[in-house]
């Protein structure tokens, strides 16, 4: 059986702006509250007043007066749709500050209903959202019980219908019209109309009426579009308060990379950067990007290169709220794992450089690696990028480093000598290239020291003259 989850947000105009309870706010639409915080309410602000009222109320009182921001409403409430996408696949945001979730389908992985609604409420309160929920078997009749004191108890059961008749006739905010009518004939809660007959009451309301109720019900299909997660991560936290040092800021970091990370397993996906934004109390936004070598999605990973971030991070101003963007997806890879590893094995090469580069920046780390070119001294490139060019497979008879520059070597009694006598014991591999500019012929040979290193010779053909090109370990 169908279960929904309504999940309403009856404070995400204020809260979508600031969770602060420091100081009386209130929220403006068409120069009335449309809502006002806890502190504002103590004053006697309540909705439906004029500006000029609640100026009047406030009296000396610090007040901070908001226009309402629809678009800040709809970036939170795709916000937490990303979020309740990690508890259900099958789900949409409904009207402007509702979610509709279908747990039906999901109540095995939660073991309980309990279980599922505990991890819904946890983490709304994370957040710092104030909710009203409904349970029942529809989609409006849930979000109809989220008007009700007993929206989560109703459940799923058959007494979510006798929930519903206590309910005022108001709440139809679709059909102002005829709901005054119903009004006037002495018609006040959804029970009194539900047990007229249908067609008596499609004739004073009409049909569209009667269609919501059947969908209220039941009876009809009610059909909306799932929500598809977006081709980006966007998430942010709302302090409510200045944040004046690092360490403050790393509990919101925990939540929101835990709630990133959680989006790219679902939808299978990976990163490589992320960005965080620190939104300062004079609304000025400071980014900061932190950047990995592979793309993962290990939160706890991602949490230690933001840290090395932060502890070289100076605030210059308190911060008041946090935003985490990731923009850059990759389609997930499954790491190899050695099954059969010690526990105690020592820390992968490319998360030291990971750690090296955000703790000292990427200039300071260089990656060396070998071009598709025929010349050995081009062939080396010296990168202080993340990502090096990709390693070309060479000969493992050659050395990886060379001199900054041939030295040449001296022959004496049929021998040649660099620093010692040394003894030819591989080669020739000859290399010509470069015709079009300067032409270069080659032959390398490997000799050995009297001491037992190892160099790399060539014969300059054209020169007629030997020289020290690199050496082995």
């Not at 299978?268 to 004079?282: G, M, R, S, Y």
Request: hydrophobic fraction near 40%.
């Amino acid at each position: 059986m169908s279960l929904w989850l309504c999940l309403r947000f009856p404070q995400l105009p204020l809260q979508c702006q600031t969770q602060t309870e420091e100081q009386p706010v209130v929220v403006l639409a068409r120069q009335r509250v449309l809502r006002a915080n806890d502190c504002a309410a103590s004053l006697g602000i309540r909705e439906g007043m004029t500006g000029a009222t609640v100026r009047a109320l406030a009296g000396s009182e610090p007040l901070q007066l908001l226009a309402r921001n629809p678009e800040a409403e709809q970036r939170c409430l795709q916000q937490l749709c990303c979020w309740a996408y990690s508890i259900t696949p099958t789900l949409h945001p409904w009207r402007e500050d509702c979610l509709q979730l279908e747990i039906g389908g999901c109540l095995t992985l939660f073991r309980s209903l309990e279980a599922l609604l505990e991890t819904v409420h946890s983490g709304i309160h994370l957040r710092g959202y104030r909710l009203e929920a409904g349970l029942a078997p529809t989609p409006k009749a849930a979000w109809l019980l989220s008007f009700s004191n007993r929206g989560l108890a109703a459940g799923g059961g058959g007494d979510w219908q006798e929930k519903l008749s206590t309910l005022p006739l108001s709440l139809l905010h679709d059909f102002p019209q005829e709901v005054a009518a119903l009004h006037r004939a002495g018609l006040q809660q959804l029970g009194d109309i539900l047990a007229l007959p249908e067609a008596a009451l499609g004739r004073r309301c009409g049909k569209a009426f009667i269609h919501w109720l059947r969908q209220m019900l039941g009876r009809e299909a009610d059909l909306q579009p799932d929500y598809r997660p977006p081709d980006h991560f966007s998430d942010q936290y709302v302090f409510g308060y200045e944040i004046r040092t690092t360490a403050e800021l790393l509990p919101a970091v925990r939540q929101l990379l835990q709630a990133l990370c959680g989006f790219l397993r679902q939808t299978q996906l990976q990163t490589q950067e992320i960005e965080w934004q620190l939104v300062a109390v004079d609304r000025q936004v400071r980014c900061l990007q932190v950047r990995s070598s592979s793309g993962h999605s290990d939160w706890e990973n991602w949490y230690q290169l933001t840290r090395l971030q932060l502890d070289r991070l100076q605030l210059r101003t308190g911060i008041e709220g946090l935003a985490l963007e990731c923009r850059q997806l990759l389609a997930g890879r499954s790491a190899s794992i050695d099954l059969f590893s010690p526990h105690n094995q020592r820390e992968p090469m490319q998360a030291l450089l990971d750690r090296l580069r955000n703790r000292l920046g990427l200039q300071a780390i260089l990656t060396i690696s070998c071009r598709d070119e025929h010349l050995p001294e081009l062939a080396l490139h010296v990168s202080s990028e993340a990502t090096a060019p990709a390693a070309t497979q060479t000969s493992s008879r050659r050395p990886f480093w060379l001199l900054p520059e041939p030295q040449p070597v001296r022959w004496l009694q049929g021998q040649p000598h660099w620093q010692g006598a040394l003894q030819l014991i591989g080669g020739p591999e000859r290399i010509e290239d470069n015709w079009w500019q300067e032409p270069v012929s080659r032959d390398y040979y490997i000799a050995r020291g009297t001491r037992g290193q190892y160099y790399w010779l060539f014969h300059d053909r054209l020169r007629q003259q030997w020289y020290v090109h690199g050496l082995f370990a």
